[in-house]
């Protein structure tokens, strides 16, 4: 008798634990059919009013090409951060937050990169950002900013051209004036102005608010005699002085 009650209650243990393993093999499979997938991506660029150099679709298609797209996964499956980091190394768009609805709805506010400088040198064609980094030829850029040509390192466009490009943006006198900046030696930076072929020779990029304070100046009290004579180049290098040399 002791035998037989030693086995029903075997045999029941191995039955509440084979049952209770179906269980549990089936609840989290239950729970993860209920659970929150996203459903859809929004892209909103901030700065779409000033700059529209990407649309939204492509950035949805960008996250596609680079295998992070979230619809139809799983909220808890999304890495966010990661989501916005690889759109800021976008090489147009500048910052990305990304954010779930309760609904699994994502959002992403986005905002571009501003050229503030076009460079053209031999080998070379393409943009720095106000954030004094190169930016891609980009075919929807057509802001109307600083070009630069001549034989140039990316440490001087990043550098002494970029804060020469943002101080004639704010200078109400040669913002508008300027044609190019060109460097076709080292030292020897020379602006060209619009509907003027004489070159204006500043040298190092050093003195150039003076030196063009100082061209203002000649402007203004020679400008008959500057009208009458053709002048090949203006030189500001040196101190106090504007040199005319002619054709």
């Keep these: 008798m002791r035998i037989g009650w030693k086995s029903i209650l075997l045999i029941l243990a191995i039955v509440l634990v084979t049952a209770y393993v179906g269980v549990m093999s089936v609840v989290p499979q239950d729970r993860d059919a209920h659970e929150t997938r996203c459903q859809s991506v929004t892209c909103v660029l901030e700065d779409s009013i000033e700059h529209r150099y990407i ?89 109307t900013v600083l070009e630069v040509r001549g034989t140039l390192t990316h440490q001087q466009t990043c550098g002494e051209v970029a804060d020469f490009a943002e101080w004639l943006a704010g ?30 020779l500043l040298g190092d990029l050093r003195e150039y608010p003076k030196q063009l304070r100082r061209l203002q100046h000649f402007r203004m009290r020679c400008g008959e005699q500057i009208r009458q004579k053709t002048y090949r180049q203006l030189d500001l290098r040196f101190d106090d002085q504007v040199i005319g040399r002619y054709e």
Aim: hydrophobic share 40%.
């Design 171 to 200: 200078d109400s006198i040669w913002c508008d004036e300027v044609d190019y900046l060109w460097l076709p030696e080292p030292h020897r930076y020379t602006l060209l102005l619009r509907d003027d072929t004489t070159q204006i």
């Design 55 to 143: 649309t939204p679709a492509q950035v949805v298609h960008y996250l596609r090409t680079v295998g992070l797209d979230p619809v139809g996964k799983r909220v808890s499956e999304l890495n966010l951060q990661l989501i916005e980091d690889t759109l800021e190394a976008h090489p147009i768009l500048a910052t990305a937050d990304c954010y779930m609805t309760i609904d699994g709805h994502m959002r992403v506010c986005l905002t571009q990169r501003t050229p503030m400088l076009h460079v053209l040198t031999a080998d070379e064609n393409y943009f720095v950002g106000t954030d004094r980094a190169p930016i891609p030829a980009w075919s929807t850029i057509r802001d």
